[in-house]
């Protein structure tokens, strides 16, 4: 499972045996195996063009390059490096190894990379334990989050246990071998992705949680949003994941060098346990083992389910993921539901009304500590104007009638922020970031009765490829475009060209080539992935995926019924429900829940705590046997062979249902085309 960042899970498994990803090495997604590289990037990899090596220097004129206050605070407070060697597997497999960035050493940004990006990359290699103040420690750079640890009056509470079990275990045990060997007393999770509390089996045990030896304390909504926002798109999020992070690129100055929040996810084994405590009020304080905890609630900014945290004994400012030393995502380029530009401002001018003035630090689940009460008030000064910034105009202009993509083209940020390494674009961009906002007011639709129904891309293709003359004439001019380094046009036309004729490979090898150069332009590591994995892709085709069940229990778990059917209702093919009729009661033995579901009129829709007089059929199962389902441990049919579903009525009616369930392709095509689509309806 490629794991969120905000960050993707594909955890919610097929219900019946099929492709699911083998955890890979060295940061790649798991299951994806890198296309034969060289050492600085993927195979058939080209260096910077002369025009991409001028406008990457170019940069430099109003970047602030003097300002190495990141690499300083960065640093402070340094204890221990990251040991060496690679974290492994108990299969030898390894799950987290910084070992192949060693080329960002080299000070000097090459032609192939925003020198900005660069900078930021070379931060996020300054790894390991670091002592934040008294009582409170960060391990940075054994995952793409930060794993904070506040020592407690008895023993430790943990902030956010990253994303797997092997890398929190490593991290945990870093701390140990410098500090006191103690229990830990609470975990909590700071929001409802991944990264943030995937490791949590590696750090406690849950029998210490059912005996009430360790809290676990999450926010409002967290069990819900942490298992919900991967299933009803999850596979579709994994796929486009691997253009965001690029975590099967090839490391390299050609290829993937950070992921601007960190340098890419651990590959490992994901975990979840409930919590035991949930925020649920705007603010709540809590003792926890002698330590002050003062939790405010952040929902809809960059997670649905979020919270920072303030420690006024300590005055420290946990801010968790509302703050990084970057533009956040609005929408991020996996996809995920808009999140809210003006509710992330008036969280951070809320913050900084209430806490920094009894702050001498800030911290975050993700890169490095701002120290002293003034430099910590004017970053979220600026966090905040960001953001609000960024909605205002969008906003502004957009009641002008302007269009998200004439925003985003003229939109720049004032000097004050542009001079304020911490509002560059590394994760997120202002470009995207603009679009996400106008999504969010008005949708997909510009108001432009022309492009209220589009032809969709191959047949749209096919004819602008005509209108332009054919094929020939079309790669002739966009090859003299690529020569005056017109490269978001080439790749605009030449992705047309690769839509009308799939197997036109000097097509593809253009579109590549300018993909690539707008990579090694961009600002964004996620921008800069996308580009790469699309120019990789073009010539090598998709990545190779092994098969395995997976093993995500405790996510499977953790899934609410009512979900679960909603996901069976979503895999439903209209087109061969057409015309059918059933409903089915379901009853749980185990949990004495009981469901009914009605197909009718292609849609499959359900009930709870009910039952259905006139069901075709019934089925009895346990929620252990249906969880071995979702984890494609066991299908359905098997399960009614071994009798663990009992059926009663017309069985048969269960394996019709069955019938009309769709599989997802794991690797459909993104950058070239997909097969038709067959009509609904004749």
Known sequence: MLGRIGKPLNWMAQLAPGVMPQPAADGAAPGATPHASSPVGPQGAKPATEVTRRCNHAVRRWLPMTDLQSFDDARRGFIADIPALAVKRASGAPVWNLAAYGFLENEEAPASVHPGL??????????????????????????????????????????????????????????????????????????????????????????????????????????????????????????????????????????????????????????????????????????????????????????????????????????????????????????????D????????????????????????????????????????????????????????????????????????????????????????????????????????????????????????ALKAVQYMGGADAVLARARQDFERGEYRWVAQVCSQLVHAEPANLPARALAADAMEQLGYQAESATWRNAYLQGAMELRHGAPKLQTMNPANADMVRALPLDMFFDYLAMRLDGAKAEGKRLVLNWQFSDTGERYVINLENSALTHVADAQADDADATLVLSRATLDEISLQQLSFPAAVQAGRIQVSGRSQALFELLAMIDRFERLFNVVEPRPPLAPFHG
């Open 118 to 339: 660069w900078r930021q990359a070379r931060v996020n290699m300054i790894t390991g334990l670091f002592k934040v103040t008294e009582r409170v420690y960060q391990v940075r750079g054994m995952d793409i989050s930060n794993m904070t640890l506040i020592e407690g009056d008895t023993g430790l509470i943990l902030i956010d246990p990253l994303l797997s079990t092997e890398v929190a275990h490593a991290a945990l045990e870093l701390y140990f071998a410098h500090r006191p060997r103690q229990p830990v007393r609470a975990v909590i999770y700071s929001h409802s992705h991944a990264d943030h509390f995937g490791g949590v089996r590696g750090v406690i045990d849950e029998a210490d949680v059912q005996a009430g030896r360790v809290q676990v304390i999450a926010p409002k909504g967290f069990m819900e949003e942490a298992v919900s926002e991967n299933v009803m798109a999850g596979n579709a999020m994994t796929r486009r994941a691997l253009f965001q992070f690029g975590p099967v690129l090839p490391k390299g100055v050609l290829g993937q060098v950070d992921a601007g929040l960190g340098k890419t996810t651990s590959t490992g084994t994901l975990t979840l346990i409930p919590p035991t405590l949930v925020i649920a009020q705007t603010v709540e304080r809590h003792v926890i083992d002698g330590i002050e905890c003062v939790f405010e609630l952040t929902p809809g900014a960059e997670a649905p389910s979020e919270m920072v945290i303030h420690h006024p004994q300590l005055r420290v400012l946990n801010m968790t993921e509302i703050t990084s030393h970057n533009f956040h995502n609005l929408l991020p380029l996996r996809g995920a539901l808009v999140r």
């Open 341 to 460: 530009a003006l509710a992330w401002s008036r969280y951070l001018g809320g913050a900084l009304r209430r806490y920094a003035e009894a702050s001498d630090v800030l911290i975050a689940q993700h890169h490095w500590p701002v120290w002293g009460t003034l430099a910590l008030q004017g970053f979220l000064k600026r966090q905040r104007d960001l953001y609000k910034y960024a909605h205002d105009q969008t906003v502004r202009l957009m009641n002008h009638g302007y269009l998200a993509s004439e925003i985003a083209e003229v939109l720049v940020l004032p000097q004050s922020l542009q001079q304020d390494w911490s509002a560059h674009g590394f994760y997120g961009s202002l470009k995207h970031n603009v679009k996400a906002i106008y999504q969010r007011y008005l949708g997909w639709y510009d108001a432009n009765p022309a492009h209220l129904d589009l032809l969709p891309p191959v047949p749209a």
